[in-house]
């Protein structure tokens, strides 16, 4: 009988050591994939950015004052340090303009065996620009433009390739190289954070960087699990085999198979508590996401206040489509726009992001909002990709005191005075972007009163589950109405008592308010 | 989401919607579907009597159905998704009922 225990203890030892080893790596697999998805989430972002500035100066032959307007923004993280705008067919002349820090890229010779990479409609990426402070380069111009323009970025690397680790990551526990190419060579290494190669258990995720690839390896830098479920083994083995010892009786020998089975259902509960906290940690990432592909700051004008929420719903585990942004244009203008791409995740975002800076290019280089509403809608196609996406344009005009609104199946934006009445400022709605390639689009303008509040939104903040869409729209307007104090004070209040419940949409919500 | 693929006595054809239709069920949906859009059948009606819930990415579904058949007809929608679809100019496209 002892042996039979004795057995059963080692038996359990095994395989809850087998559990804990392949929880690991499945963990590990996990946190790589969603270490993955943030780069590859980052790229259609920086894409769209090139491809909106080699877009705008093909529009305006090369106009270098307005490619600087549009692209400064993008400078804003560490991420980029140099963008430059150069002459597809002529990259011996050098750059025509530089935002940032001079780019490292030869004219001579790199820059036109890259820029013939370029026009193929995804970033054509430069090879590691040498020490003492690498960097890494990439391009976009615009397919089928004959004499056109290149964007050009570069992204610094830590000159050891070693980067500082951050605590407060969510990937702090983990050990990462990023590899440019699908080979993991050395000489291919962007960054680490420790010597490199990294040893152990890893994870290898390839996701693709233009027209090349990053490789990313992760290893744990101990339990993901935390420490209880990797001693967990030892404990059974070790505790079971003393008691197993000490009294063999048939009995016990019941007594501690039941425990055997009860501390491995308390793994399953640990591994269970580890995927709750996998999934918060997603939400978080999707989240973090989301904000990067949204305005980090916001302009201003003179006597013209602005503020932005976003929120996630329940559902928020994947990036969402919704969107909003706020363009200064000459003449003390500015273009509101609010978005909603259908879908979630990478695609919905991708599409967001090249809509947001197209529409960005768009009204750089001009054209009014129903122009744009019409070039926007050759960009997606819900019979090609099954997205499409509303979009609700508006232009506030300072000097002219009017508004114009435009919307492609957008929900109307709201018009608070300074009395404190509130009303909805509709429209004739064009068909959402995506329904038809040649869809035309109107616009409406009201004059703005001396002092009021503009509010622009997406579905989730009015749409609720059993009731009709004008229940949620009057519920706003009473809302806003009976709101008397500051601008980001209203938004967080509207935010927090008209977005809830358990399976809401993600909701994007924009205000501007004006004093005389 | 479930959902039922029937004739009607015209030898048009309905689709049955029910539960609940968001962007990972709308992917289930329409490769359910696909063999029937395929035939482009000259008129296709779309029963949402039993869905409870549908967010943008089934109305792209049916707007992308509506390219590829003859007529499109959704009927028993909910007064939500109605005044959704009607918001996005979309209710001539989609045939709502």
């Known amino acids: 009988m002892l042996a039979i225990t004795l057995l059963i203890v080692a038996a359990l030892t095994v395989l809850s050591q087998l559990a804990y080893s392949r929880n690991e790596q499945r963990l590990l697999r996990v946190r790589t994939r969603a270490a993955a998805s943030l780069l590859t989430a980052a790229i259609p972002a920086r894409q769209a950015a090139l491809a909106s500035a080699a877009q705008l100066a093909d529009a305006t032959h ?53 820029f013939a990479r370029a026009g193929v409609g995804k970033l054509a990426v430069g090879g590691l620009l040498a020490a003492p402070s690498p960097r890494i380069g990439y391009a976009y111009a615009i397919p089928g433009v004959a004499g056109g323009y290149v964007a050009y970025a570069e992204t ?57 690839a990053l490789t990313l390896v992760m290893s744990p830098r101990g339990s993901l699990a935390g420490t209880l479920p990797q001693a967990l083994p030892w404990i059974i083995g070790i505790g079971g085999a003393l008691l197993a010892i000490g009294a063999a009786t048939v009995s016990f020998g019941l007594v501690q198979r039941r425990r055997g089975a009860e501390q491995l259902a308390d793994r399953l509960e640990v591994a ?78 991708t599409t967001m992001a090249s809509l947001r800076f197209a529409i960005q290019a768009y009204a750089a280089q001009g054209d009014p909002p129903e122009v744009i509403l019409t070039k926007l809608s050759k960009l997606v196609s819900v019979a090609e990709d099954g997205q499409l996406a509303t979009v609700l344009c508006v232009l506030v005009d300072r000097r002219a005191k009017a508004l114009t609104v435009t919307t492609a199946g957008h929900l109307p934006p709201l018009l608070l005075d300074a009395g404190g009445t509130a009303h909805y400022v509709e429209c004739p709605s064009g068909l959402p972007i995506g329904v038809d390639k040649e869809a035309r689009y109107v616009s409406r303008t009201v ?63 924009v205000g501007l308010r004006w004093t005389n | 989401m479930t959902f039922n693929v029937a004739t009607d006595e015209h030898g048009g054809v309905v689709i049955a919607i029910a539960g609940e239709l968001d962007i990972e069920s709308a992917i289930v949906l329409q490769d359910g579907v696909a063999a029937v859009l395929a035939g482009r059948p000259k008129r296709l009606t779309v029963d ?38 009607t918001t996005m100019g979309l209710s001539d496209r989609l045939g709502l009922m």
């Open chain 1, 156 to 212: 610094p690397l830590p000159a050891d390739r070693r980067s500082k680790y951050q605590s407060s990551s969510a990937f702090a526990d983990l050990n990462y190289e990023i590899y440019l190419g699908a080979s993991t060579r050395p000489a291919n290494l962007l960054v680490g954070d420790v010597p490199a190669p990294l040893h152990g258990r890893t994870a290898t995720v390839r996701v693709p960087f233009g027209d090349s």
């Open chain 1, 272 to 349: 269970a508590a580890e995927n709750r906290t996998l999934y918060a940690e997603q939400r978080g990432i999707a989240q973090t996401l989301q904000h990067a592909l949204l305005p980090a700051v916001l302009p201003t004008l003179p006597g013209l206040e602005s503020s932005a929420r976003y929120e996630a719903g329940e559902r928020g585990m994947e990036i969402g489509g919704d969107w909003y942004d706020l363009i200064a244009l000459e003449d003390e203008r500015l273009l509101l726009v609010v978005g909603d791409v259908s879908g979630r995740g990478l695609r919905a975002a």
């Open chain 1, 62 to 114: 090369g106009n270098v004052a307005k490619f600087r307007r549009l692209i400064a923004p993008e400078l804003s993280g560490a991420s980029v340090i140099s963008i430059s705008l150069w002459r597809q067919s002529d990259p011996a002349a050098g750059p025509l303009a530089v935002v940032g820090t001079a780019p490292k890229l030869e004219p001579a010779m790199g820059a036109s065996a890259l």
């Open chain 2, 48 to 85: 949402l009597a039993g869905l409870r819930f549908a967010d943008s990415s089934g109305i792209a579904l049916w707007v992308r159905w509506a390219g590829m058949v003859g007529e499109l007809h959704l009927r028993n929608a909910s007064p939500l998704l109605r005044r959704v679809i």
């Open chain 1, 447 to 509: 004059p703005t009163p001396s002092a009021g509040t503009l509010l622009a939104f997406t579905d989730g903040l009015v749409e609720r589950r059993g009731e009709s869409l004008d229940e949620g729209l009057e519920r706003l307007r009473l809302a806003a109405a009976a709101h008397h104090d500051g601008l980001a004070d209203l938004l967080s209040t509207l935010v927090v008592d008209l977005h809830h419940g358990p399976s809401e949409d993600d909701t994007a919500i």
